[in-house]
Antibody, heavy 123, light 107 residues
Framework: QVQLQQSGPGLVKPSQTLSLTCAIS??????????WNWIRQSPSRGLEWLGR?????????DYAPSLRSRITVNPDTSKNQFSLQLNSVTPEDTAVYYC?????????????WGQGTLVTVSS | SYELTQPPSVSVSPGQTASITCSGD??????PCWYQQKPGQSPVLVIY???KRPSGIPERFSGSNSGNAATLTISGTQAMDEADYYC??????????FGGGTKLTVL
């Protein structure tokens, strides 16, 4: 059974960097059948995919075009986890942030999700 | 950028069939997924690859997809099915895209 445990601050000041971590149990961040995603949800934007990292002989990243200049998703193989960094945040980045495993064998879907972290951007 | 469109709300009486649509350009070629989300909880996968159900998802949940629209159907809807439902598809330019969500009310 895969479990994803999110951690990180719930309050970030405007212009600063939002940082969250997703610890994986029951699978490996280096799995050749999975990708590791970040998604956020707010009343104004609904569910919004942010980006992902995955390993296929080397590490790859994909990011939402609207966030490409501000976002980094990194794997940490030593701790079997992955992280999200979102720079230069504004109140518009206030949302519940989720990490999720994307299964990529034959077909593609998000089968395991973290518990969600409410991040508020406010001074 | 790619967009998926869902009706904001659908109502159904207990025991009846609920249908939730998701429309997008050439969606029939994109193998959409469907997620159920109850208040305060993370989304749960209910349909993938157009029509397949993960283990543990009741048989009353089914999916179809053709042309520019996919449909999630819940047969014999129960009170416990009241939730928000989201479709999802991959677009090579935009990445993963979610529909705006449909609130299913069972009344």
């Amino acid at each position: 059974q895969v479990q994803l445990q999110q951690s990180g601050p719930g309050l970030v000041k405007p212009s600063q960097t939002l940082s969250l971590t997703c610890a994986i149990s029951g699978d490996s961040v280096s799995s050749d059948s999975a990708a590791w995603n970040w998604i956020r949800q707010s009343p104004s934007r609904g569910l919004e995919w942010l980006g992902r990292t995955y390993y296929r002989s080397k590490w790859y990243n994909d990011y939402a075009p609207s966030l490409r200049s501000r976002i980094t998703v990194n794997p940490d193989t030593s701790k079997n986890q992955f992280s999200l960094q979102l720079n230069s945040v504004t109140p518009e980045d206030t949302a519940v942030y989720y990490c999720a495993r994307e299964w990529q064998l034959v077909t593609y879907y998000f089968d395991y999700w973290g518990q969600g972290t409410l991040v508020t951007v406010s001074s | 950028s790619y967009e998926l469109t869902q009706p904001p709300s659908v109502s159904v009486s207990p025991g009846q069939t609920a249908s939730i649509t998701c429309s997008g350009d050439k969606l029939g070629d994109k193998y959409p997924c469907w997620y159920q989300q109850k208040p305060g909880q993370s989304p749960v996968l209910v349909i993938y690859q157009d029509t397949k159900r993960p283990s543990g998802i009741p048989e009353r949940f089914s999916g179809s997809n053709s042309g520019n629209a996919a449909t999630l159907t819940i047969s014999g809807t129960q009170a416990m099915d009241e939730a928000d439902y989201y479709c999802q598809a991959w677009d090579s330019s935009t990445g993963w895209v979610f529909g705006g969500g449909t609130k299913l009310t069972v009344l």
